[in-house]
Nanobody, 123 residues
Framework: VQLQASGGGLVQAGGSLRLSCAAS????????MGWFRQAPGKEREFVAT????????YYTDSVSGRFTISRDNAKNTMYLQMNSLKPEDTAVYYC?????????????????WGQGTLVTVSS
């Protein structure tokens, strides 16, 4: 079972990036999924989660209105569209698959983790 995050890179403040998380080895279409991030010198924090069907989402306050989480269960892939990026969004972004089907906001709620993709926002 593998989660592969991609799409990170260097972008100027105000720009956009789209992260992808492709799952292989098994399907997660009946599980929630989420994004976390870890900035240099800080603990990993929750960013966004989506339920099994994609019909419900939840965001941390600092990204609400700027980031959009989505999923395509037919492709076993999750996305994070990040707009209006700020320097404080700089971090390694990790995707994760939940242990259950409903929204999940804490690390223990997730059983599988991707390797992370670096997002750097310059001012």
């Amino acid at each position: 079972v593998q989660l592969q995050a991609s799409g990170g890179g260097l972008v100027q403040a105000g720009g956009s990036l789209r992260l992808s998380c492709a799952a292989s080895g098994r399907t997660f279409s009946n599980k929630s999924m989420g994004w976390f991030r870890q900035a240099p010198g800080k603990e990993r924090e929750f960013v966004a989660t989506i339920n099994w069907s994609g019909g419900a989402t939840y965001y941390t306050d600092s990204v609400s209105g700027r980031f959009t989480i989505s999923r395509d269960n037919a492709k076993n892939t999750m996305y994070l569209q990040m707009n209006s990026l700020k320097p404080e969004d700089t971090a390694v972004y990790y995707c994760a698959a939940g242990r259950a089907s409903w929204l999940a906001r804490t690390s223990p709620d997730y059983g599988y983790w991707g390797q992370g993709t670096l997002v750097t926002v310059s001012s």
